[in-house]
């Protein structure tokens, strides 16, 4: 999922504007999907398997 | 309210799905064993099961609309607010006249209130026809022109639109959102009193946690017969319903993404929406925004509110069948696709629950259906009663015709019984009144529960087919509202809807072979199938003589329309008068010609 970082404004290009006002708002993006952990089951047997 | 009420409102109102659901199971269960029970019997109670928990769920809400009475309006302190406010105006190849004639008369009615320098108005346009790109740029100066120069009001079009409708507020908020308090979110066809925009403010204002404040809009403008049984419908249902919904919602209330207000910062702050991973229809844009903000709002602590006693917030709705199942095409894909959100972390049980109440009012179509192939199918797998069990003694099998009636009555009940009690409700508290009186209230309620019960096998039918599109990867895309749309022609109709005569005609072949016994319950969801496009047709026609005469689906706003409906209507009709300049004449896109192609 691509995020965009708090206070970073995507560029814009817009066609035709009458004078919108410039006073940007971050808007972050928000976190709907669960990321996939399948690794959170796999790395500590991996860690434990691994050679000291 | 307090939070034990909500939860206590909650768990009554889901226990009264869950027990009709239960007695609908136990007369099905009686009835279906006077001839042997079998597997697909079974699977009959649990699809009737669910489709009778989703109807009661629904009268449900009408219940506690009902029995909790008229809520008080909500007073705010009469200070005048301090905020400032962005009117945002979202436009997408829409009739460019029209909608701005919306803008130049809430800008008035705003000004008659005295507090009009603190809302300024932008129209963000996401059009790509270069053609009413053209128009829009020319009516914009007209609407200057007309309100005066003085008045802020900002016209913005995208190259491109990601994101759509939510891209398209998005992308205000992060060029100018740091400016303005609070933001009210409109649609190219809403219209909002002066007074009422005050108000929003005032409510805003004088609760610090509320993020989002939405009204009940009425349908206005409906011309045809179709068009004003759902508007009879919006204004004179609808705010029951809403009540109802309004003490079950708790914090997490309802956005229905326009005629809403937002405080900036809390949208922006939790609305940011991604891209879902994946192709349409279950993955990129999110094409229902509205409920996942209302979600996201709720997530971040702040309360999300639907005050159903707020007046003089409009919209307008379709006027033929074929326009209604287009939006309700659009509306599946958006509504299925929350299944991909449902599990997001950290959302609040109730929008989880809300999530699955918009996919169960798709998918209790498919369930329906599913309920009357099992019920034709079941008689021909049936097996040869045993007469004679124990040798000697003949048992006969019990005919349990009782609890079949029980069933149908219930379930029509659980239909138009909320209809029944929001007109003896209106009789006794004078409501009626305001829409011709009760002799025309009860008029109005009868043409249209006849109405809605014939067309309903033919929406069940465009909802399945909805959802089997959307399951099967059909992207509906982002089509241009249709609200001009007027007379469906019989030839239109036909091009719509000649599937559904088929699978009428189909039905209505298979009963008499499996199931005759069964064929006059059949015939009550086939026959109107088998006029689908003469009913789809017939119900686009205007019916202005109906009201006129008879004062058929009359509604307060027509009896006593808003002076904001006046004046726009004003304004539009002078300004196609005088228009000074020729502009393309040929239909905008997105007529009705369009829609039956789409249908198809």
């Known amino acids: ?52 | 309210m307090g939070f034990h009420m909500v939860t206590l409102r909650r768990s009554l109102s889901v226990s009264f799905a869950i027990v009709m659901a239960a007695i609908a199971s136990f007369l099905a269960v009686g009835f279906y064993y006077s001839d042997g029970l079998q597997w697909l019997d079974l699977v009959r109670v649990a699809l009737l099961a669910v489709t009778t928990a989703w109807l009661a769920w629904g009268a449900g809400l009408a219940l506690n609309g009902l029995l909790a009475g008229r809520q008080r309006a909500i007073r705010a302190p009469p200070i005048p607010s301090a905020a400032t406010t962005a009117v945002l105006v979202p436009v997408y190849n829409e009739d460019p006249a029209k909608t701005f004639s919306h803008v130049a008369a809430m800008v008035k009615s705003l000004y008659r209130t005295g507090a009009g320098g603190r809302f300024h108005f932008a129209i963000l346009s996401d059009t790509n026809d270069p053609r009413i790109a053209a128009q829009e740029a020319f009516w914009f100066a007209r609407l200057k022109q007309e309100v005066g120069e003085k008045h802020r009001i900002y016209y913005r079009r995208r190259e491109t639109n990601p994101g759509k409708k939510a891209g398209n507020i998005a992308d205000f908020i992060r060029t100018s959102g740091a400016l303005y308090d609070y933001l009210i979110i409109l649609d190219a066809d809403s219209l909002m009193e002066g007074a009422t925009m005050v108000e929003m403010v005032r409510r805003m204002d004088a609760d610090p946690e509320l993020g989002l404040l939405q009204t009940l809009p009425k349908v206005i403008r409906a011309r045809s017969f179709f068009g004003r049984a759902i508007q009879f419908s919006a204004s004179y249902y609808s705010p029951v319903f809403a009540r109802g919904l309004a003490l079950l919602q708790g914090r997490e209330g309802p956005f229905w993404g326009h005629n809403a207000i937002t405080r900036t910062r809390a949208f922006a702050q939790s609305c940011g929406l991604p891209v879902l991973p994946g192709k349409p229809p279950f993955g990129g844009h999110i094409l229902s925004h509205d409920y996942v903000e209302a979600a996201l709002l709720a997530r971040n602590g702040w309360k999300v509110r639907i005050d159903p006693d707020l007046r003089g917030s409009f919209e307008e709705g379709p006027d033929n069948v074929v326009d209604y199942a287009k939006r309700d095409r659009r509306w599946c894909q958006g509504n299925l696709q929350h299944g991909r959100i449902i599990a997001a972390p950290e959302l609040k049980p109730w929008s989880r629950f809300v999530f699955l109440q918009g996919i169960m009012a798709y998918v209790a179509a498919p369930l329906w259906a599913l309920f009357l192939i099992a019920s034709i199918a079941a008689p021909a797998m049936q097996v040869i009663p045993d007469y004679f069990p124990v040798p000697g003694l003949p048992v006969f099998p019990r005919v349990e015709q009782a609890n079949a009636l029980a069933l149908l009555t219930g379930v029509v009940g659980l239909l138009i019984g909320p209809k029944i009690l929001v007109l003896i409700d209106g009789a006794i508290s004078g409501r009626n009144r305001r829409f011709g009186g009760t002799l025309r209230c009860f008029l109005s309620a009868v043409v249209e529960i006849a109405l809605t019960s014939v067309l309903a096998p033919i929406m069940m039918l465009f909802q399945t087919r909805a959802v089997l599109q959307v399951l099967a990867g059909a992207d509906a895309g982002w089509p241009a509202a249709n609200r001009e749309a007027g007379r469906v022609r019989l030839g239109e109709a036909w091009a719509a809807s000649w599937w559904i005569v088929a699978i009428g005609s189909l039905t209505i072949g298979a009963a008499y072979r499996l199931a005759p016994g069964f064929l006059p319950y059949i015939m009550l969801v086939a026959g109107p199938q088998l006029f689908a496009p003469v009913l789809i047709s017939a119900t686009s026609l205007a019916s202005h003589w109906l009201y006129r005469h008879l004062g058929l689906f009359a509604t307060t706003e027509e009896l006593a329309p808003s002076r904001v409906m006046r004046q726009q209507e004003d304004i539009l009709s002078r300004w196609r008068r005088n228009q000074g300049v020729e502009l393309p004449t040929e239909p905008l896109p997105g007529a009705a010609s369009a829609e039956t192609e789409k249908l198809r």
């Open chain 1, 1 to 52: 999922m691509m995020r965009v970082p708090e206070g970073q404004t995507r560029s814009r290009h817009p066609v035709e504007e009458s004078g919108l006002p410039a006073a940007p708002m971050a808007m972050p993006e928000q976190m709907l999907v669960r990321q996939r952990v399948r690794s959170l089951f796999l790395r500590p047997l991996i860690e434990w398997f691994a050679p000291r």
